[in-house]
């Protein structure tokens, strides 16, 4: 499931003006200046780590010394051969009254930022859910209104796709204090956590979104960590390879569109469309924009993919590489020209524009066919016609806005091949781009927020595990806490039971914080909006996230994430059922019993009836084949179990030991 489209699925707008983080210390070439520059993810009004020590990085002249001072501590470095240098400053303790940190390298030169705060720093992270701005929350208005606080300082990360971790970036980032212009496009969920955690601990907080709708959680893993897990590892060599050499990149993912298609449609080499475009059936395309809107029954809800064609005609032998812009495509495209794959790339809408190189064009006609697959809501070319053209090295575009065809493949077919450099479903596009430049930053934890785009997903909980690996190997913090946010509840109520591809990424969720010393979940069960998936109640979020971030903190991590399955028994003709996380005691609300329980056989599930005693829930009608309990196991299900805090009973699926 990927974000609806109609929503903020980008986040563009709030994005507006905000400057990109530099990249890491690797990727910073030699250069020449004139004064040193502080390059980490440092501005004016940022928030540091207190009781930690404080990294700063930055560039200068090969093998120039600089002094780096912050209040009343000091460190000193040299720049290395690529003019790159590190200083260590010691931990400070929590500070409201603004620092200055400087930065002095010979001559007297030297960088400076001001209006420093010392506390605690907070990375944000996920798809929409996460990227969700607090001007439509709940209460957004008022939220809005009463932000300003000079103790909050927020950071917004720029959409950006990186290739590799060590991708240097231009622009310094830029930390701005809550107030109502910068709170209100920034992240409902990280916002209304920092601003509930300084209450609570009184220290100045940073927070710092770096977040995207739609996205699978493979883009935010570091390849490094990707490439073990089962089947990437030759993602990751293709992934090297493009940013290494794009057209050699290219040409590996068109041999993948090669054997892809001659499997699924039987045919041989050199029958593909691009090749042999006649094989298929065309038709014209009747307008630009979504297919849904073409009046054809067939395209009336598609998703999966259509081929599309055009050519044009060079009147002399090409003298140099070409420029083909598409305009706007909804979701994914890969584009040949006379067969030879040019640009692939992922985006609702978006702007294709694409390198033709020299060597695939012809003198006379040459044949362009597009790949265009869609996985939810419309797809196609939106045009507009008159900016679709082929501009050659020398000489006038050459329009194409007219006699597109088109060719349907198959309806929900969505086994095409993905480029590992896209943006939403890459190998580490979106860590590379996003996470690895803030470089070794200090923070106080994570809270991520994902997981709607990789429903249907088995292995969600290893990649869930190689991303926290990762990120604490960055940060250099092995004990970093991450808060993961449970999926809500999503879709239609159930009437009957049914298997719930929502409910096993919530298990997959809650398993994986099992495993994690040093994680705990935020459970949403019971605040989604069965037809939104976009819900606004982020204030609730926000103090299940305080919460579980205190027990984490006080070490008490049994108790983080609410009450939670601890043991599922068979004693006689009942199953108990055993809780951890339970504040006072559990109640069914607004029934004499809580629902949602069910009994399973090694076939088929039931409801069962529960009743409940302090933390205990006993299941009265087990049957001697029953060997799993599940609860809240739906999509959206209805939910009306309690602890006195009150949180909801995370949902679960366990075994039943004593069989």
């Not at 999926?487 to 809650?510: C, D, H, M, Y």
Request: hydrophobic share 40%; proline share 7%; charged share 20%.
């Amino acid at each position: 499931m990927t974000m609806r489209k109609g929503h903020s699925r980008s986040g563009a707008g709030r994005r507006v003006g905000l400057a990109l983080l530099l990249g890491t210390a690797a990727a910073w070439p030699a250069m020449a200046e004139a004064r040193p520059r502080i390059l980490t993810p440092m501005s004016a009004h940022a928030v540091l780590q207190r009781d930690r020590p404080i990294v700063v990085e930055g560039a200068a002249d090969a093998g120039e010394g600089v002094a780096v001072t912050l209040g009343g501590a000091s460190a000193t470095a040299t720049a290395d051969a690529k003019g790159h240098w590190r200083a260590t400053l010691p931990a400070m303790a929590a500070t409201a009254t603004p620092l200055t940190l400087t930065a002095t390298g010979k001559d007297g030169a030297a960088d400076t930022m001001d209006d420093l705060l010392v506390g605690d720093v907070w990375l944000c992270s996920g798809q929409s859910n996460m990227e969700y701005p607090t001007k439509q929350a709940l209460n957004g208005e008022g939220l809005v209104k009463g932000a300003a606080d000079d103790r909050i300082r927020l950071l917004d990360i720029a959409h950006h796709v990186g290739l590799s971790a060590d991708e240097p970036l231009e622009k310094r980032p830029a930390w701005a204090a809550a107030s109502p212009a910068s709170v209100a496009d920034f992240s409902a969920a990280c916002y209304l956590m920092v601003k509930d955690l300084a209450a609570k601990a009184n220290v100045p907080m940073g927070a710092i979104d770096s977040s995207w709708g739609g996205t699978k959680i493979l883009p935010w893993i570091d390849a490094t960590d990707a490439r073990k897990l089962p089947g990437l590892s030759a993602d990751a060599d293709l992934l090297a390879l493009y940013a290494r050499d794009h057209a050699a990149g290219l040409r590996a993912f068109g041999d993948r569109w090669g054997d892809w298609w001659r499997k699924a449609s039987g045919t041989k080499r050199g029958q593909e469309p691009w090749n042999a475009p006649d094989r298929l059936n065309w038709t014209p395309v009747p307008q630009f924009g979504p297919w849904e809107e073409w009046g054809v029954p067939a395209l009336a809800d598609y998703n999966g993919l259509v081929w599309f064609r055009q050519g044009f005609d060079l009147p002399t032998a090409p003298t140099g590489d070409g420029v083909i812009e598409l305009a706007g495509i909804d979701e994914l495209d890969t584009v040949w020209v006379n067969g030879v794959v040019v640009g692939a790339t992922f985006g609702w809408g978006d702007w294709r524009r694409y390198t033709v190189p020299r060597s695939a064009l012809k003198k006379g006609r040459n044949e362009i066919v597009v790949g265009l697959g869609d996985t939810y809501g419309p797809g196609g070319m939106f045009g507009p016609g008159d900016k679709i053209q082929f501009t050659p090295a020398s000489g006038q575009p050459i329009p194409l806005g007219t006699g597109w065809r088109y060719s349907v493949y198959k309806a929900n077919d969505q086994s095409y091949p993905r480029s590992p450099w896209e943006s939403h479903a890459g190998l580490g596009t979106l860590y590379n781009g996003m996470i690895a430049p803030l470089g070794p930053i200090g923070l106080k934890g994570v809270a991520w927020y994902q997981g709607e785009s990789d429903v249907g997903r088995a292995d969600y909980g290893d990649r869930l595990a190689a991303l926290m690996t990762g990120w604490r190997r960055q940060f250099q913090s092995p004990e970093l806490p991450f808060l993961i946010v449970q999926l809500a509840n999503f879709g239609a109520p159930p009437v009957k039971i049914e298997n719930s591809a929502w409910a096993a990424l919530r298990e997959t969720q809650r398993l994986a914080v099992l495993r994690d010393a040093h994680a705990a979940l935020a459970t949403t069960i019971d605040i989604g909006v069965r037809n939104d998936i976009h819900p606004a109640d982020k204030n609730e979020l926000a103090k299940r996230l305080v919460f579980a971030q205190g027990r984490l903190e006080a070490g008490d991590r049994a108790n983080a994430s609410g009450p939670m399955i601890a043991s599922a028994t068979r004693a006689g003709g009942e199953v108990v059922l055993r809780f951890n996380g339970v504040q006072g005691a559990l109640h069914a609300w607004s029934a004499g019993s809580p629902i949602g329980f069910e009994l399973c056989d090694a076939n088929a599930c039931r409801y069962a009836n529960a009743s409940v005693n302090g933390s205990e829930v006993r299941l009265a009608d087990a049957k001697p084949g029953d060997v799993r309990v599940r609860y809240a196991w739906a999509d959206a299900p209805v939910v009306n179990f309690y602890d006195e805090a009150p949180h909801p009973v995370v949902p679960f699926e366990a075994v039943i030991t004593g069989n």
